[in-house]
């Protein structure tokens, strides 16, 4: 497995506010005696970069993923990932099913491609941190309270980072550069603070990690960090531009949605779905009452269900069945139709039938109509704040 490196200059464009959740005091880290820096964790860059993926993944594939974070925070407070697209490959996840009850494996996990450590700035006089007072404001009725609060926030400077994915392939690498390139706020109180410009200086290519963003940050500059670079001959600089345009991620995330890793990511999805009996039902009722149902239970003379026959049935025949529903069922066609039509893009010809059937008996496909079926429409905090 290959480890990239991407070093990102981050520029902080207007005033910063970089605090721990509960504290608002701004993260430092002390480089020297009297040489304390202000620093942005990595959880708060990935964030910000990861919902900007989203959003286009989103926007191009039409799955229904979403970061909504739980208070607590950290990787065990996140629901709302579809776990089969291509942001969910990049930065890793968990899925679990809201009912239980299935025979199989309760929750699907994904270990993340991106690495973050945090962002460190190069020295500044003066120290760059300054206390700025505010009214407190009444939140129903607007009113500009008497109570005067404090926020701790950073002059305009520059931070350096480095970014790491690991992976076999360098499309990987690209989607994540046009994330970081097209995120632009970060932080605490991102309506007034946090302004970031982001640019990829160089991607250093090797089998382990090569460089640190604290260490770049010691350099003392932005040119000493280029010329560090320019100097160390023995640093692999990848060969994959630096930049990545808003119309090669759509492409991009199109063909990443057909990778083997989001095959494989699906179908882990889509075990810990089947298995849940009352899912599969659910699929089975939704698509093709007709067939589907009536294959699915005997009855007695009466018509009263005395049992189904898909209690018994493994993964392989449940996802079977759910294929065979899509000969005999036209909405399941039309629902199939149109995910295969977004996976394809534009300016390619209509699908055939035989396209449409084949899409379902993928996981990625089968991850879709699921979705479909029993997903609700997430949160994200964006939209509700
Ligand atoms: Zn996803």
Redesign the pocket.
């Known amino acids: 497995m290959n480890k990239y490196q991407l070093v990102v200059l981050r520029s902080l464009k207007g005033f910063g506010q970089f605090v721990t959740e509960s504290r608002d005091e701004t993260n430092m880290y002390e480089f020297g005696d009297g040489d304390e820096r202000p620093i942005i964790f990595g959880e708060k860059l990935k964030a910000v970069e990861r919902r900007t993926i989203m959003r286009k993944v989103r926007e191009v594939l039409g799955?229904r993923?979403w970061l909504t974070t739980a208070k607590k925070g950290g990787d065990s407070g996140i629901s709302g990932?579809?776990?089969?697209?291509p942001?969910?490959v990049l930065f890793g996840g968990t899925y679990a099913p809201k009912k239980g009850g299935g025979v199989g494996q309760k929750n699907a996990i994904e270990m993340r491609r991106a690495f973050y450590t945090g962002a460190f700035p190069f020295p500044f006089a003066g120290g760059g941190i300054r206390d700025v007072t505010f009214n407190a404001v009444d939140e129903r009725t607007g009113q500009t309270g008497q109570a005067l609060g404090t926020n701790q926030i950073i002059e305009p400077r520059d931070f350096i980072d480095v970014v790491t994915v690991e992976a076999n392939d360098e499309r990987w690498v690209r989607l994540l550069i046009w994330g970081i390139e097209r995120s632009d706020r970060y932080g605490a109180n991102t309506r007034i603070y946090g302004e970031i410009h982001n640019s990829i200086v160089g991607v250093v290519e090797d089998t382990r990690l090569r460089t640190t963003a604290i260490d770049l940050a010691r350099l003392g500059s932005m040119q000493k960090v280029q010329e560090h670079f320019f100097k160390q001959n023995d640093l692999t600089l990848a060969g994959i531009p630096l930049t990545c345009g808003d119309a090669e991620v759509d492409r991009l995330i199109r063909e990443l949605a057909r990778s083997t890793e989001v095959e494989d990511l699906a179908g882990r999805r889509n075990r810990v779905d089947l298995s849940v009996a009352d899912y599969f039902k659910q699929i089975a009722e939704r698509w093709h009452k007709e067939l589907l149902t009536k294959e699915l239970a005997i009855k007695d003379a009466t018509g009263k269900v005395k049992k189904v026959k898909w209690d018994k049935w493994d993964l392989a025949t449940r996802h079977a069945q759910i294929c065979e529903a899509l000969e005999a069922s036209e909405a399941l066609k039309t629902a199939s139709r149109e995910h295969l039509t977004a996976l394809r893009g534009p300016g390619v010809s209509e699908p055939s039938d035989d396209d449409v059937a084949s899409f379902v008996k993928g996981q990625y496909g089968l991850a879709r109509l699921i979705e479909a079926t029993l997903g609700e429409e997430a949160e994200d905090e964006e939209a509700v704040a």
């Open positions: 799955v993923c990932l579809c776990l089969s697209c942001a969910c």
